[in-house]
């Protein structure tokens, strides 16, 4: 039991450093985390994501969340959003923090990575009001895979959150909740050094994008032209 107590709480510190002060080597680590996220999906075959899936994108989200607990389960962690502009090109990635608390008997901490493709232009605009509940300010169901793809399973395709997570036990078209992801403007003006904030970050051509964000940039380009 004492083992188990020590896990939780170097897991629960670790957890808390996400929201400590970070500087700009932290946040830029955060973005190419995050890119590495999206090429391990779609390296492999049973977790990537399929070309129509693709299509359909007007944003996607790359969430690097932890989950640690003792009787209070956490699940804390940063990700990015990108949307795609009316030009076709992607946005800078803007930088997001993500977070769920649940009540119950838990032991034990993992990490969760999880690619959202949002299909509808205005559901990005939901984080403008700073916190979006992931399932329930907006549907999200767990995307098709290729061969759900091929079984014309195009309904899935509508839904405006399409869910892809390594976590197992998640079937097509379930519904999906993931808690709630926020801006993080602060860390915005760091990486950036810029004072626009989420919209101007995701809408805009004002701000020139940094060369670590270049890389996750140009792999969305190719994923979804």
């Known amino acids: 039991m004492k083992k188990f107590l020590l896990l939780t709480l170097v897991a629960l510190l670790g957890v808390a450093s996400v929201r400590a002060e970070a500087t700009r080597h932290d946040l830029v680590r955060r973005v190419e985390s995050c890119e590495a996220v999206l090429q391990t999906f779609q390296i492999r075959r049973d977790t990537a994501i399929p070309t129509e899936v693709w299509q359909r994108a007007k944003a996607v989200i790359i969430l690097n969340q932890f989950k640690a607990g003792f009787f209070l389960g956490v699940q804390d962690g940063y990700g990015v959003i990108l949307v795609k502009k009316p030009n076709g ?3 800078v990635p803007v930088l997001i923090n993500a977070g769920e608390a649940s009540l119950g008997f838990q ?5 969760v990575e999880s690619v959202l493709i949002l299909t509808d232009a205005n559901t990005p605009r939901l984080l403008f009001q700073n916190r979006f509940n992931i399932g329930v300010d907006a549907k999200a169901v767990a995307g098709p895979r290729d061969a759900e793809v ?11 959150i399409l869910v892809y997570t390594k976590s197992t036990g998640l079937y097509a ?4 909740k993931l808690g709630h992801i926020s801006r993080n403007d602060k860390a915005n003006f760091t990486l950036y050094n810029t ?3 989420m919209p101007e970050l995701l809408y805009s051509d004002w701000v020139t994008p940094v060369s670590e964000s270049q890389p996750l940039m140009n792999l969305m380009q190719r994923l979804a032209p």
Do not use: C, F
């Open 89 to 91: 090109r992607w946005s």
């Open 107 to 111: 032991i034990g901490a993992k990490s």
């Open 150 to 160: 091929e079984r014309n399973h195009t309904p899935l395709l509508d839904a405006p």
């Open 173 to 176: 078209g379930a519904t999906v």
């Open 195 to 197: 004072k626009y904030t």
